[in-house]
T-cell receptor, first 116, second 108 residues
Framework: KAGVTQTPRYLIKTRGQQVTLSCSPI?????VSWYQQTPGQGLQFLFE???????NKGNFPGRFSGRQFSNSRSEMNVSTLELGDSALYLC???????????????FGPGTRLTVL | AQRVTQPEKLLSVFKGAPVELKCNYS??????LFWYVQYSRQRLQLLLR??SRESIKGFTADLNKGETSFHLKKPFAQEEDSAMYYC??????????FGSGTKLNVKP
Protein backbone atom coordinates (compact mmCIF):
# COMPACT_ATOMS: atom_id res chain seq x y z
CA LYS A 1 0.00 0.00 0.00
CA ALA A 2 1.51 3.32 -1.06
CA GLY A 3 2.11 5.80 1.72
CA VAL A 4 1.09 9.41 2.03
CA THR A 5 2.79 11.59 -0.55
CA GLN A 6 3.35 15.32 -0.49
CA THR A 7 4.44 17.65 -3.26
CA PRO A 8 6.56 19.56 -3.62
CA ARG A 9 9.15 18.49 -1.07
CA TYR A 10 10.87 21.85 -0.96
CA LEU A 11 9.71 25.38 -1.73
CA ILE A 12 11.33 28.77 -1.53
CA LYS A 13 9.07 31.82 -1.70
CA THR A 14 9.33 35.49 -0.86
CA ARG A 15 7.19 37.49 1.49
CA GLY A 16 3.81 38.43 0.11
CA GLN A 17 3.61 35.52 -2.30
CA GLN A 18 1.19 32.65 -1.99
CA VAL A 19 1.83 28.93 -2.06
CA THR A 20 -0.13 25.73 -2.60
CA LEU A 21 0.93 22.41 -1.14
CA SER A 22 -0.52 19.05 -2.12
CA CYS A 23 -1.14 15.84 -0.21
CA SER A 24 -2.25 12.47 -1.53
CA PRO A 25 -3.54 10.19 1.22
CA ILE A 26 -3.34 6.44 1.50
CA UNK A 27 -5.93 4.77 -0.69
CA UNK A 28 -9.19 4.36 1.21
CA UNK A 29 -8.40 7.08 3.74
CA UNK A 30 -10.98 9.85 3.77
CA UNK A 31 -9.46 12.12 6.39
CA VAL A 32 -6.52 14.42 5.75
CA SER A 33 -5.04 16.61 8.47
CA TRP A 34 -2.43 19.32 8.05
CA TYR A 35 0.21 20.34 10.58
CA GLN A 36 2.87 23.00 10.81
CA GLN A 37 6.10 21.81 12.39
CA THR A 38 8.69 24.27 13.68
CA PRO A 39 11.60 23.74 16.09
CA GLY A 40 10.12 26.02 18.71
CA GLN A 41 6.43 25.09 18.52
CA GLY A 42 6.53 21.42 17.58
CA LEU A 43 3.53 20.18 15.59
CA GLN A 44 0.58 22.51 15.44
CA PHE A 45 -2.72 21.44 13.98
CA LEU A 46 -3.94 23.48 11.03
CA PHE A 47 -7.11 21.74 9.88
CA GLU A 48 -8.68 18.42 8.99
CA UNK A 49 -10.73 17.56 5.94
CA UNK A 50 -13.09 14.63 5.69
CA UNK A 51 -15.14 13.81 2.62
CA UNK A 52 -14.39 17.21 1.05
CA UNK A 53 -15.52 19.13 4.14
CA UNK A 54 -13.43 20.89 6.73
CA UNK A 55 -14.26 19.05 9.92
CA ASN A 56 -11.75 20.56 12.33
CA LYS A 57 -9.77 23.75 12.42
CA GLY A 58 -6.81 24.91 14.48
CA ASN A 59 -5.89 28.43 15.57
CA PHE A 60 -4.26 29.76 12.45
CA PRO A 61 -5.16 32.97 10.61
CA GLY A 62 -7.39 32.97 7.57
CA ARG A 63 -4.34 33.18 5.30
CA PHE A 64 -4.12 29.42 5.78
CA SER A 65 -6.81 27.56 3.89
CA GLY A 66 -7.34 24.17 2.41
CA ARG A 67 -9.60 21.97 0.43
CA GLN A 68 -10.18 18.34 -0.34
CA PHE A 69 -11.18 16.76 -3.60
CA SER A 70 -13.50 13.86 -4.30
CA ASN A 71 -10.53 11.47 -4.52
CA SER A 72 -9.51 12.59 -0.99
CA ARG A 73 -6.43 14.43 -2.21
CA SER A 74 -6.00 17.66 -0.33
CA GLU A 75 -4.36 21.00 -0.94
CA MET A 76 -3.28 23.65 1.50
CA ASN A 77 -2.87 27.26 0.50
CA VAL A 78 -1.06 30.02 2.32
CA SER A 79 -1.57 33.54 1.02
CA THR A 80 0.47 36.67 1.70
CA LEU A 81 3.41 34.71 3.05
CA GLU A 82 5.28 35.96 6.09
CA LEU A 83 8.77 35.07 7.28
CA GLY A 84 7.22 33.22 10.23
CA ASP A 85 5.48 30.82 7.87
CA SER A 86 8.80 29.09 7.20
CA ALA A 87 8.27 25.56 8.48
CA LEU A 88 7.84 21.94 7.62
CA TYR A 89 4.23 21.30 6.64
CA LEU A 90 3.05 17.77 7.29
CA CYS A 91 -0.08 16.08 6.19
CA UNK A 92 -1.50 12.93 7.70
CA UNK A 93 -4.25 10.66 6.49
CA UNK A 94 -6.49 8.31 8.40
CA UNK A 95 -9.73 6.42 8.02
CA UNK A 96 -11.43 9.27 9.86
CA UNK A 97 -14.10 7.10 11.41
CA UNK A 98 -17.19 8.88 12.66
CA UNK A 99 -16.44 8.26 16.33
CA UNK A 100 -12.91 9.55 15.90
CA UNK A 101 -11.55 6.79 18.06
CA UNK A 102 -8.74 4.44 17.19
CA UNK A 103 -7.66 6.67 14.33
CA UNK A 104 -4.06 6.10 13.50
CA UNK A 105 -2.61 8.97 11.51
CA UNK A 106 -0.16 8.14 8.73
CA PHE A 107 2.20 10.99 7.98
CA GLY A 108 3.74 12.15 4.76
CA PRO A 109 7.36 13.27 4.42
CA GLY A 110 6.44 16.93 4.59
CA THR A 111 7.00 20.01 2.46
CA ARG A 112 9.78 22.29 3.62
CA LEU A 113 8.70 25.89 2.99
CA THR A 114 11.23 28.68 3.25
CA VAL A 115 10.03 32.27 3.08
CA LEU A 116 12.66 34.88 2.27
CA ALA B 1 -4.97 26.12 26.08
CA GLN B 2 -2.01 23.78 26.12
CA ARG B 3 -3.42 20.29 25.80
CA VAL B 4 -0.25 18.21 25.84
CA THR B 5 2.94 18.99 27.72
CA GLN B 6 6.26 17.26 27.34
CA PRO B 7 8.51 18.93 29.90
CA GLU B 8 11.82 17.57 28.61
CA LYS B 9 13.21 18.79 25.30
CA LEU B 10 16.17 16.44 25.53
CA LEU B 11 16.72 13.26 27.47
CA SER B 12 20.09 11.51 27.45
CA VAL B 13 20.58 8.05 28.90
CA PHE B 14 23.15 5.30 28.58
CA LYS B 15 22.43 2.07 26.75
CA GLY B 16 20.78 -0.42 29.08
CA ALA B 17 19.46 2.23 31.44
CA PRO B 18 15.74 2.70 32.03
CA VAL B 19 14.06 5.56 30.26
CA GLU B 20 10.88 7.50 30.96
CA LEU B 21 9.56 10.23 28.68
CA LYS B 22 7.01 12.35 30.43
CA CYS B 23 3.70 13.48 29.00
CA ASN B 24 0.93 15.36 30.78
CA TYR B 25 -2.33 16.42 29.24
CA SER B 26 -5.29 18.60 30.00
CA UNK B 27 -8.68 17.60 28.71
CA UNK B 28 -12.02 17.39 30.43
CA UNK B 29 -13.45 14.49 28.47
CA UNK B 30 -12.07 11.04 27.73
CA UNK B 31 -9.24 11.59 25.28
CA UNK B 32 -7.31 9.06 23.35
CA LEU B 33 -3.55 9.24 23.91
CA PHE B 34 -0.78 8.25 21.53
CA TRP B 35 2.98 8.23 21.31
CA TYR B 36 4.50 8.99 17.92
CA VAL B 37 8.18 8.58 17.06
CA GLN B 38 10.36 10.12 14.39
CA TYR B 39 13.66 8.44 13.68
CA SER B 40 16.39 10.35 11.87
CA ARG B 41 15.40 11.04 8.25
CA GLN B 42 12.17 9.07 8.60
CA ARG B 43 8.54 10.01 8.80
CA LEU B 44 6.60 10.50 11.95
CA GLN B 45 4.99 7.18 12.83
CA LEU B 46 2.75 5.77 15.50
CA LEU B 47 4.56 3.97 18.32
CA LEU B 48 1.64 3.04 20.53
CA ARG B 49 -1.80 4.13 21.69
CA UNK B 50 -3.33 3.78 25.12
CA UNK B 51 -6.42 1.86 24.06
CA SER B 52 -4.30 -0.98 22.69
CA ARG B 53 -2.41 -1.47 25.96
CA GLU B 54 0.42 -3.08 24.04
CA SER B 55 4.18 -3.02 24.21
CA ILE B 56 5.98 -1.92 21.07
CA LYS B 57 9.76 -2.25 20.79
CA GLY B 58 9.81 -2.73 24.55
CA PHE B 59 8.02 0.58 25.21
CA THR B 60 4.89 0.81 27.32
CA ALA B 61 2.70 3.70 28.39
CA ASP B 62 -0.08 3.73 30.94
CA LEU B 63 -2.81 6.31 30.99
CA ASN B 64 -3.16 7.76 34.49
CA LYS B 65 -6.36 9.74 34.51
CA GLY B 66 -5.85 10.91 38.07
CA GLU B 67 -2.52 12.50 37.25
CA THR B 68 -3.52 13.20 33.63
CA SER B 69 -0.30 11.62 32.48
CA PHE B 70 0.74 9.20 29.77
CA HIS B 71 4.43 8.62 30.35
CA LEU B 72 6.41 6.41 27.98
CA LYS B 73 8.72 3.87 29.58
CA LYS B 74 11.29 1.30 28.60
CA PRO B 75 13.30 -0.72 31.11
CA PHE B 76 16.46 -1.04 29.03
CA ALA B 77 17.19 1.63 26.41
CA GLN B 78 18.90 0.69 23.15
CA GLU B 79 20.93 2.93 20.85
CA GLU B 80 18.34 2.45 18.09
CA ASP B 81 15.75 4.08 20.36
CA SER B 82 17.41 7.44 19.78
CA ALA B 83 14.73 9.55 18.11
CA MET B 84 12.24 12.34 18.60
CA TYR B 85 9.17 11.29 20.57
CA TYR B 86 5.84 13.10 20.51
CA CYS B 87 2.91 12.58 22.80
CA UNK B 88 -0.44 13.27 21.18
CA UNK B 89 -4.04 13.57 22.28
CA UNK B 90 -7.09 12.94 20.13
CA UNK B 91 -10.20 14.65 21.43
CA UNK B 92 -13.60 13.15 20.77
CA UNK B 93 -13.79 14.90 17.40
CA UNK B 94 -10.72 13.54 15.66
CA UNK B 95 -8.66 16.64 16.38
CA UNK B 96 -5.08 15.91 17.37
CA UNK B 97 -2.94 17.90 19.79
CA PHE B 98 0.76 17.17 19.86
CA GLY B 99 3.31 17.96 22.51
CA SER B 100 6.48 19.82 21.60
CA GLY B 101 8.47 16.60 21.57
CA THR B 102 11.33 15.05 23.50
CA LYS B 103 14.57 14.11 21.84
CA LEU B 104 15.88 10.86 23.29
CA ASN B 105 19.61 10.28 22.96
CA VAL B 106 20.84 6.83 23.98
CA LYS B 107 24.59 6.84 24.48
CA PRO B 108 26.70 3.72 23.97
Amino acid sequence: KAGVTQTPRYLIKTRGQQVTLSCSPISGHRSVSWYQQTPGQGLQFLFEYFSETQRNKGNFPGRFSGRQFSNSRSEMNVSTLELGDSALYLCASSLGLASGRGNEQFFGPGTRLTVL
Amino acid sequence: AQRVTQPEKLLSVFKGAPVELKCNYSYSGSPELFWYVQYSRQRLQLLLRHISRESIKGFTADLNKGETSFHLKKPFAQEEDSAMYYCALNDNFNKFYFGSGTKLNVKP
